[in-house]
């Protein structure tokens, strides 16, 4: 069977020069067997017309949200209905900006908006363009309401500039559309995940804790939601809002994570520590504010329980998985710490470099088993998540596939 066969694709087109290349993408999809239907904006038929895309796709082309003829054929909440998937190609600035906007100024907008079925956009545009704040901040906003984002490739591009803004070719778009519908790997299984710092009181307005904004656990959190996953996270102070079906516990020191992942023992298939626990805490809290009295003062520390160890020798231990950020000798220390806490993964992340640390948009890892080792190049957090949960999705399911 066909990768794509019976699959309902509904092909949005912006306006862009790379508009030319939808047309050879309506011809991919089909090939691998899709029903394609074709939605262009104003923009879009300034740069090709809706004839070449009705006669490739064999449907007619939608163009207006209020055109009485088409909504008698197939109205726009039909459309949306009708939809497995919303591809975007290209996918220009201006549209991501109205759909990051949540406007239903017209049919493609309205669609999007009205749609159950996942969204996925290939940007296009000058490299300029896309680099600029404005957009960057509209592709978090899209990426953070779980809507995929293939591309875009980086090269020479149409105006003469060379950098990232080319849309990616048709043949690697139908690709990543099949792949969408394949991605639900983790469908029912829990999921376990701690993220962020945890803060250690020293008295009511003191605490000691650590640069972690919890990006790498809330991006690995939604990625595994998309992956069909019931999710729990359990996340010390961050300034991140939950991503969507996805269950948070908030807690503060590490004592109470510790507590939280232990009542998730269980239920719990997969666990992954995301978190940057503190390795130790104060012996007493003061019972009020501490006063400076004297020249020099000491905090007599004590340990913080491990949480992962603890997890990976509980009775009914889930596949577990942890990170080592370290400033060097990085996979020396990630591969100590896979055997001296028992893990069955470890995803090692050199926190000395400031492009991929702790307060980082992008990340840049080395997964480490016991079978071997996997490196992921630097990419953003959101797209690195949704790796690394393919990752342990594999690895979980074949270990499981193993143990029957
Ligand atoms: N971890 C944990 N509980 C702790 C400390 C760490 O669950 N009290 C988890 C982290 O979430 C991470 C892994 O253990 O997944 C490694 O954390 P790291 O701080 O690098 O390791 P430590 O054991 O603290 O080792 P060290 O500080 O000596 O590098």
């Known amino acids: 069977m066909k990768q794509l066969s019976n699959r309902h694709i509904l092909l949005g087109v912006t306006g862009g020069i790379a508009a030319y290349k ?18 262009m904006t104003a923009a879009a038929m300034e740069f090709i ?33 009708w939809a497995d998937v919303i591809l975007i190609a290209p996918a220009s600035a201006d549209f991501m900006a109205r759909l990051a906007n949540g406007r239903g100024d017209d049919l493609l907008t309205t669609l999007c908006l009205a749609t159950p079925a996942p969204i996925a956009l290939a940007p296009a545009m000058n490299q300029g ?15 953070e309401r779980s809507i995929h984002l293939f591309g875009p490739a980086a090269g020479e591009q149409a105006c003469g500039d060379v950098g990232p803004g080319r849309m990616l070719e048709a043949e690697d778009l139908a690709q990543r559309c099949a792949e969408l519908f394949n991605s639900r790997l983790l469908d ?18 003191r605490y000691i804790s650590n640069h972690s904004s919890g990006k790498m656990g809330y991006a690995l959190a939604r990625a595994a939601a998309d992956a069909g996953a019931r999710v729990t996270l359990i996340s010390g102070p961050t300034n991140l809002p939950c991503p969507e079906r996805v269950t948070r516990i ?22 992954i520590a995301c978190a940057a626990v503190a390795d130790y805490r104060p012996i007493n809290c003061a019972g009020q504010k501490i006063k400076k009295d004297n020249d020099s003062m000491q905090i007599e520390l004590v340990r913080n329980p491990d949480i992962v160890s603890a997890v990976a020798k509980h009775a009914e ?7 080592a950020a370290e400033t060097q000798d ?75």
């Open 22 to 39: 939808s047309a050879e993408l309506i011809r991919r999809l089909k090939d691998h067997g899709a029903d394609v239907r074709v939605v």
């Open 49 to 81: 017309t809706p004839l070449t895309l009705q006669a490739l796709s064999g449907n007619p082309v939608h163009t207006t949200l209020l055109d009485p003829a088409a909504e008698a054929g197939m109205g726009h909440i039909e459309l949306a209905r």
């Open 129 to 143: 363009m896309w680099r600029d704040p404005a957009t960057q901040a509209n592709v978090n906003i899209l990426v």
């Open 188 to 205: 029912g299984v829990q999921l376990t995940i701690t993220a962020g710092p945890t803060r250690e009181a020293i008295d009511p307005v």
């Open 250 to 271: 908030d807690i503060v020191s590490a004592t109470e994570m510790h507590e939280a992942a232990m009542a998730a023992m269980g239920q719990c298939q997969i666990f």
């Open 317 to 323: 231990r889930p596949f577990t998985i942890g990170f």
């Open 330 to 404: 990085l996979l020396h220390y990630a591969r100590d710490k896979l055997q001296r806490k028992n893990l069955d993964m470890i995803v090692a992340n050199d926190v000395a470099n400031s492009s991929i640390g702790f307060n980082a948009n992008d990340n840049a890892v080395t997964v480490l088993t016991t079978k071997g080792e996997q490196s992921i190049a630097q990419m953003g957090k959101n797209q690195l998540a949704a790796q690394l949960i393919q990752l342990i999705a594999q690895q979980f399911l074949s270990t499981k596939q193993e143990g029957l």
